[in-house]
């Protein structure tokens, strides 16, 4: 059955961190399936994503966009220059990058080290973070760059707090990158986007040895939504922060009542979300 472009890329991106040696393997056999400038950027984007940020395998990344190149027009010819240079970057994080806008150092650095970071090559990971929000303190409120820094500090975040210990210098990176993408989703994201930041705050205070500080961001991410409307989603795991960091906290009473916001939260949901948000509630009650 012929697949459209569409679908392929949907079921690339829904498959592609369960296996994504094999969406990196057939990238080439699906590249006819392009009909337009915009199909051919989003194929790149999701090269730089599986060959980087889940491989490391660089050299293959670069070799895909060279044949990509070769083979499509391309509509964004700046953002694929970006897209090479994350993968070189990601390849040997000495080379310079200079000859880039400061703009577009930020997004380079910011996408490479998120994807060094969860292949664990913390210290390349560190110095490319810091020099983007070094960088950062220069661009105007409108620049793009806000948002990708904003992405790489949550997903470095997240790749530091899943690890089963950390060194006291990978904790400080942890709560710099938390810190980081609250910070710059404030100015390139919504409420919910600050809000979530927030959530990825109190979890990595927990990760960090910090509860009182996890409870802090807790109670923050559910004051933001109160604020902005009652979405159920959010609002559940907003209350699923509040337990944790009243638990770490040894508070018995916070415990109970933020389980009891869980639940109507929770009876809120859609019947799709509560198949997978069940275990979560279950786990903690």
Not at 162 to 171: C, D, G, H, L, T
């Amino acid at each position: 059955m012929t697949t459209t472009f569409k679908e392929y890329l949907a079921n690339a991106w829904s498959t592609h961190a369960t296996d994504p040696k094999k969406i990196a393997d057939e990238f080439k056999l699906n590249f006819n399936l392009m009909d337009s400038e915009d199909d051919v950027m989003s194929m790149a984007g999701l090269i730089v994503h599986v060959c980087g940020e889940h491989l490391g395998s660089w050299e293959q990344g670069i070799e895909l966009l060279k044949k990509l190149k070769n083979n499509a027009p391309i509509k964004d010819k700046e953002q694929m220059k970006r897209f090479v240079a994350i993968l070189n970057l990601g390849n040997n994080p000495n080379i310079s990058i200079e000859e880039f806008s400061p703009s577009d150092q930020i997004r380079i650095c910011s996408g490479t080290s998120s994807a060094l970071a969860s292949l664990g090559g913390l210290k390349n990971a560190e110095k490319l973070f810091s020099k983007a929000v070094e960088l950062s303190a220069n661009i105007s409120k409108e620049d793009p760059a806000h948002k990708a820094l904003a992405i790489a500090g949550n997903g470095i975040a997240t790749s530091l707090e899943e690890k089963e210990s950390r060194k006291p210098n990978e904790v400080d990176l942890m709560i710099l990158a938390a810190h980081t993408a609250r910070k710059h989703w404030e100015i390139a994201g919504t409420w919910m986007e600050v809000e979530r930041a927030e959530y990825r705050l109190s979890q990595t205070y927990l990760k960090a040895e910090q509860p009182v500080k996890a409870l802090e961001h807790a109670e923050k991410c559910l004051g933001i939504i109160n604020e902005n409307g009652d979405v159920p989603l959010e609002l559940f795991f907003a209350y699923e922060a509040l337990v944790l960091a009243n638990k770490a906290t040894n508070s018995e009473i916070g415990q109970k009542s933020s389980i009891y916001g869980m639940e109507m939260a929770f009876d809120k949901l859609s019947e799709a979300d509560r198949s997978w948000c069940k275990e979560i509630l279950e786990k903690l009650s």
